[in-house]
């Protein structure tokens, strides 16, 4: 069981989808990580128990601390999401495809098979690249408790766009071998992809995806995200409630309190007021 | 009915138009080709679709309707005149050609065929950009004055060598990859400059090519565009590109996610605008596409390609001819860095000679431009 609501980290590193300007004051607010690790604390003290977040370096330092703090902080648990996808997306653009698996994946199959120009590539190959990958990843979260391992939405839809299923199976298989979690998919298309994951055999997956009352960023259409909803063939978890600002914070949690089977609410804030403000209308509006 | 369409180049962008293409409705993709094999063969496998390593041979034996050149630039003007020849529809990735004298002639050769053409210049489709275009042409800023285009994003931090990027043949370099970007949006807004001053193409960390972009471009009616790309710039997390035009009556000031509108009053005000400052966001004027993979407008430029591949509408936003004018401001650039001219407080001509700052452009040498993004 997911927490009814966990905390993102869009806030942390200049993710906003309304305004640049308070994307660039929010990198300066928490460039220093004794202000994200602090307000982490703040939040934890509220009662939040989780924290979603990419992979993004300095997450590390995150880990780290709550390590060392682990005495006051015993329940903090970590959702991952990766890739944190502008690191490749720039080793790409830099090295090109070859020269960027080279720099992540030294030592797989496929790179061996994509070097000698071998035209076949067997699952394997494929599998050796998807773990590697994603246990690089992990590495930053090494003794800390991750329950759910999320594939982040420009992979997963890419992924889904392509038709490249199998992918999905190797993600699945390998986050609950590995590290015995369970594995969740971040997409821009919901009711695409829970069609798609059902199709393919993944049962009652876990899917984030944007729920929000005036269909900012669903793909599909709001009909058709309600219509998955209703069936009922996943687990929701919605993100960019708020729609990034656009609605105001009372309508938007009650209107999503309405829609039927969501399990969590993923939201950021900045500040112990605004998470305070967020818990108290999901109280609310959830009973 | 459904649009057949093939995809050239399994780069960054390549799969992601092969992934938005194979999404939206109305389309089939019925053929993918890479000069890697082991793309081919993974791709191949995985989503089912037919692929080839010779280009020729897969527009033979497929025959689509229309194809996406995802490619190197340099690759841009063969593949695209090999697919008009053919009759067949061409989506190509930005910039368009290596020289303008190429761009021309395949937008000559497209319209000699009738055929629909596009060029990825994606944020013609960004909700925020398409409303300054909007503003403009109901004039709700008077006659435009000055402008500033700005690109900042963290591409080249440090020394490298390597990819065709950082190859001046093949086209690397801030102008070709940023620059392109902020140049087509005011080449859409103001169209064609008069000419260009004060260019200089700046390595910060490249050895062949410009990592920093500044210019001065001139206007018919004298407005003036100041041009400031950098992609050696940390700070930013993403590439971030802002327009700010300052008008007779008012200014704005634009990027991916929000415009800002101040308006003095006095003409008639645009339908849901007031007098002094006005905000809008991505949120209420980007329209949804059917599937998003890294932002709407990547989507919405294929399903309008789609769309007039369909019905054969001709002249779509982001035709070749458009790309063509941002291909010829590239150019003009490219010859004032070149032409150094600069007047100090000596005489003497320039404090910064042509090698000095590093300029990469030689005239009568092959140079290229970057691709994609």
Not at chain 2, 322 to 341: F, H, K, P, W, Y
Request: aromatic share 10%.
């Amino acid at each position: 069981m997911m927490d009814r609501v966990v905390f993102g980290d869009n806030q942390f590193f200049g993710v906003n989808h309304h305004s640049e300007a308070k994307a660039a004051e929010q990198l300066i607010q928490f460039q220093r990580i004794e202000a994200i690790t602090g307000l982490l604390e703040q939040a934890y003290d509220v009662g939040l128990r989780t924290f979603m977040c990419t992979t993004h370096e300095r997450i590390a330092e995150v880990v780290e601390h709550f390590k060392i703090e682990s005495a006051r902080y015993p329940e903090f648990v970590y959702y991952p999401c990766m890739p944190y996808a502008h690191k490749y997306a720039n080793a790409v653009t830099e090295d090109g495809m070859l020269g960027a698996l080279r720099r992540f994946v030294p030592a797989s199959g496929f790179l061996d098979a994509a070097f000698r120009g071998v035209a076949s590539v067997t699952r394997k190959d494929i599998e050796g690249v998807i773990t590697l990958l994603v246990d690089a990843e992990m590495k930053m979260f090494a003794g800390a408790t991750t329950p759910v391992i999320w594939l982040q939405n420009v992979v997963t839809d890419l992924l889904l766009g392509m038709g490249f299923d199998e992918a999905f199976r190797v993600f699945d298989e390998h986050v609950r071998k590995r590290y015995g979690a369970e594995p969740g998919f971040i997409t821009m298309n919901l009711p695409m992809l829970a069609a798609r994951l059902n199709g393919i055999g993944i049962d009652n997956p876990i899917i984030c995806s944007n729920i929000n009352k005036i269909g900012f960023r669903m793909s599909g259409g709001i009909e058709a995200y309600q219509a998955a909803l209703e069936r009922h063939s996943f687990r929701a978890v919605a993100m960019s409630v708020f729609a990034s600002g656009a609605i105001p914070a009372d309508e938007a949690i009650s209107w999503v309190c309405e829609q039927p089977n969501i399990e969590s609410i993923v939201f950021g804030a900045s500040s112990r007021r605004n998470i305070v403000n967020t818990l108290d209308l999901v109280l609310k509006y959830s009973s | 009915m459904v649009t057949r369409i093939a995809v050239v180049g399994l780069g960054k962008m390549g799969l992601s138009h092969l992934s938005i293409a194979r999404a939206i409705d109305g389309v089939d993709v019925v053929g993918l080709c890479d000069s890697a094999s082991y793309l081919r063969s993974v791709i191949g496998k995985y989503t089912g679709t037919e692929t080839f390593g010779d280009y020729s041979k897969m527009l033979d034996r497929q025959a689509p309707d229309g194809v996406i050149v995802a490619t190197p630039t340099r690759l841009h003007a063969p593949m695209v005149r090999e697919a008009l020849e053919r009759g067949i529809a061409v989506f190509c990735e930005k910039p368009f050609c290596l020289t303008a004298a190429q761009s021309t002639e395949m937008v000559a050769l497209a319209e000699a065929h009738g055929l629909v053409t596009q060029v990825g210049y994606h944020n013609r489709f960004v909700g925020t950009f398409a409303e300054v275009k909007r503003l403009l042409d109901l004039r709700a800023i008077g006659d435009v004055t000055h402008g500033l285009a700005e690109a900042y994003g963290p591409v080249v931090l440090k020394h490298q060598h390597g990819t065709w990027r950082s190859s001046k043949n093949e086209g690397g370099g801030a102008l070709y990859d940023y620059a392109a970007h902020p140049l087509n949006l005011i080449n859409w807004y103001l169209g064609r400059p008069d000419g260009v001053g004060g260019t200089v193409l700046h390595s910060v960390f490249s050895d062949e090519t410009d990592d920093e972009v500044s210019s001065t471009m001139l206007f018919p009616d004298r407005a003036t565009v100041q041009l400031s790309v950098n992609w050696s710039d940390e700070s930013v997390r993403k590439m971030t590109t802002r327009i700010s035009l300052w008008g007779t009556s008012g200014r704005i000031t634009a990027d991916r996610q929000e415009i800002r509108v101040y308006l003095r009053g006095g003409a008639e005000l645009p339908e849901g605008y007031v007098r002094g400052w006005n905000v809008r966001d991505t949120t209420e004027l980007t329209p949804p596409v059917q599937f998003y993979l890294r932002g709407e407008e990547y989507s919405a430029q294929l399903e309008q390609f789609a769309a007039n591949v369909e019905v054969g509408r001709l002249g779509g936003t982001n035709d070749m001819a458009s790309a063509l004018v941002t291909d010829q401001c590239i150019e003009l650039l490219m010859e004032d860095n070149r032409r150094a001219g600069f007047f100090g407080l000596t005489d003497s001509p320039m404090p910064l000679e042509p090698k000095a700052r590093r300029s990469w452009y030689r005239p009568g040498r092959s140079h290229g431009r970057g691709e994609n993004g």
